[in-house]
C-alpha cells in the first residue's frame, strides 16, 4: 500500500525548526479514487482581494469582540468584512453603531419592530426604538480566523513593528 502524499523535511529560517512540506503525489502513483485526484489537483490561483472585497470604497474590517455571535461561528478575536453597499434583510448579520457602540448582531425586522439578535442564548437582544442612535455600518460578508500561531501574534501587534 503506497501513502498518496510525500512530505519533504526542510529546515526552517525560524528559529531552526524542521518543517514539513505537502508534495503532490509521485506521477508513477496511479489514484483510483476520483475524489482524491479531484482534492489532490492543482487550484487555480485565487486573488483574496477580489474575493473579499467585491466594493473597495465601502468595505473595511473589524475585529470580533466577545462571544455573542459563536452560534454563527463568529469567535472573539475574528477579523470581519464588512460591506456597506449591499442592502440587508431579515437574518443578516450586520454591523452597526448602537449608542455609539459597534455591534455584530443578526438583523431581525418584524413589522415595524428592528432587533439585533445574538446568536448566543447566553446573550439579549437588542430592540432598536426611536431613543435609539443607530447606524447601520454594513453587512458582513466574511469571517477571517488565523489558525497559525504565527498569524494570531501577528494580528496582536502594533502598526509598525
Not at 525560524?14 to 489532490?40: D, I, M, S, Y
Not at 465601502?58 to 460591506?83: E, P, R
Not at 419592530?113 to 453587512?139: C, W, Y
Request: hydrophobic content about 40%; overall charge negative; proline content about 7%.
Amino acid at each position: 500500500m503506497h501513502d498518496i502524499t510525500r512530505a519533504t523535511r526542510e529546515s526552517s529560517t525560524r528559529n531552526g525548526a524542521a518543517t514539513l512540506r505537502l508534495l503532490p503525489p509521485p506521477p508513477h502513483l496511479k489514484l483510483t479514487n476520483p475524489k482524491l485526484e479531484k482534492l489532490l489537483a492543482p487550484l487555480p490561483r485565487v486573488d483574496t482581494n477580489r474575493l473579499l472585497v467585491r466594493h473597495p470604497g465601502t468595505t473595511f474590517y473589524v475585529s470580533a469582540y466577545g462571544d455573542s455571535m459563536t452560534g454563527a461561528g463568529i469567535n472573539d478575536g475574528d477579523l470581519l468584512v464588512i460591506d456597506g453597499s449591499f442592502q440587508v434583510g431579515d437574518g443578516d448579520i450586520i454591523a452597526a453603531l448602537v449608542d455609539g457602540e459597534c455591534l455584530i448582531k443578526r438583523l431581525r425586522l418584524r413589522g415595524m419592530s428592528v432587533t439585533l439578535a445574538p446568536d448566543n442564548p447566553e446573550f439579549e437582544d437588542v430592540q432598536i426604538n426611536k431613543h435609539t442612535r443607530f447606524e447601520l455600518m454594513g453587512k458582513v460578508m466574511w469571517i477571517l480566523r488565523p489558525v497559525a500561531a504565527e498569524t494570531r501574534e501577528a494580528l496582536n501587534e502594533p502598526e509598525g513593528s
